[in-house]
């Protein structure tokens, strides 16, 4: 794309998210608009922004370790993760109350499952609407590949 200044000038010519990204000089910033990072996340795609490993637990992992992969994660919900490596859903910390193992509970289904040909701004919509407060991101087949959360996008979207 290519953006002129009045009289013909070239003010810059980019792909449209490096446009966005880094835009050549204050005229290019506000022909963009105050929102570039939210047009960014609809050019972007989830295979393109750091994933971060998440809380996980396997359906046989006691409770106890459910509860210390929770506290080191920050979080008050596992991601159930099969040994095929498919998405069972997530558990919270109350579930787990009066069980030994996590596959004593059924998990909950994420609200936000996306892939990595999902656009960031999709990825955003079910960060935002969701319980667990992230996206989880799953191949073709359902195997679990980590979670994108606020600070990947925003770290996605700088970059």
């Given at each position: ?6 009289g ?58 459910a ?21 069972a ?71």
């Amino acid at each position: 794309i290519a953006i002129l200044k009045l009289g013909g000038i070239l003010a810059q010519v980019d792909k449209p998210e490096d446009l966005l990204r880094e835009p050549v000089d204050e005229f290019v910033a506000d022909f963009l608009g105050d929102d570039r990072g939210i047009k960014r996340l609809s050019l972007m795609r989830v295979g393109q922004a750091r994933v971060s490993p998440g809380p996980v637990a396997a359906p046989e992992a006691s409770t106890a370790e459910a509860r210390s992969t929770m506290a080191d994660n920050r979080t008050d919900w596992v991601a159930v993760v099969e040994a095929d490596g498919r998405l069972a859903g997530w558990v919270g910390a109350e579930a787990l109350d009066g069980a030994a193992r996590v596959a004593e509970r059924t998990p909950e289904p994420f609200a936000a499952v996306v892939h990595p040909d999902t656009t960031l701004k999709a990825a955003l919509d079910g960060i935002v609407t969701s319980r667990t407060r992230v996206a989880v991101v799953v191949d073709a087949e359902g195997r679990y590949q980590g979670v994108l959360t606020l600070d990947d996008l925003a770290e996605g979207i700088t970059r």
